[in-house]
């Protein structure tokens, strides 16, 4: 999708387990399915780790809604991933084994070409139809950088935005005129405005600080360093096994 990783923010550190996987979704597997409010929380998820868990998890606690985590193919508007769609979206199954209400999402993964948040939701749109509420879970710099995503402005007719945000973040600070102008009015207090209608709101979800990000884990695995309980377990030993981000 446009945006980058999600800030790492809030939430406590997952349990130290190994689960044989998480379930996963597709378009294709949601075709016949039809909930009161969908849920995405997309990113590169590269890797996956810690405080996008915790971020996934208050989203999920605070809405009363499933959450879907949907791997990017090809983001547009940062670097290529340092691994490839299949690792992360492996990964993320890994991740959201055993938690109850997470789920990976891959329809981004199944399109060709680059992977812009708009054309997502118009695909969903076609699928679910207009009136149903749908939530984008996003970090509060990606939601900075709104006017750099591609078609931007029809976003807010297709969804409903979920700010995962923390005392002292950006959003405290001035905003760019056209995303403040943009923004005007569209403030929802809580969860409930959100199902109230079908998008065009905008919740912040406010968690304390998680210091995780998935450049951190990189460079830590890149030098050497002490990485492992940046992820969750089974995140870690499939990195691992499977060499990732090791410096060449």
């Known amino acids: 999708m446009d945006r980058a990783g999600a800030a790492a923010a809030g939430g406590g550190r997952n349990p130290r387990r190994a689960p044989a996987g998480g379930r996963r979704v597709s378009a294709e597997s949601d075709a016949g399915e039809r909930p009161g409010f969908w849920v995405f929380y997309g990113g590169t998820f590269d890797p996956v780790h810690d405080g996008h868990l915790a971020i996934a998890r208050a989203a999920r606690d605070a809405l009363q809604a499933t959450v879907r985590l949907m791997p990017a193919a090809d983001p547009p508007h940062r670097a290529p991933p340092g691994a490839n769609a299949a690792h992360r979206a492996r990964m993320l199954d890994l991740a959201v084994a055993g938690e109850p209400g997470l789920r990976v999402d891959t329809r981004e993964l199944a399109r060709a070409g680059r992977s812009y948040t708009v054309d997502t939701l118009r695909e969903l749109r076609a699928q679910v139809g207009m009136q149903v509420p749908v939530a984008l879970v996003v970090g509060a710099d990606s939601f900075l950088g709104l006017p750099q995503w591609r078609d931007w402005r029809a976003l807010f007719d297709l969804a409903h935005f979920v700010v995962a945000d923390r005392p002292g973040s950006p959003l405290d600070e001035d905003l760019a ?63 691992q096994r499977h060499g990732l981000y090791v410096r060449p």
């Open 177 to 239: 005129p056209e995303l403040a102008a943009a923004l005007d009015g569209r403030e929802a207090a809580d969860a409930a405005a959100l199902r109230a209608a079908p998008a065009g709101r905008v919740l912040r979800l406010h968690q304390p600080l998680h210091a995780e990000s998935a450049s951190q884990v990189r460079l830590r695995i890149a030098a050497g360093q002490p990485w492992q309980d940046l992820v969750p377990l089974a995140v870690a030993a499939y990195i």
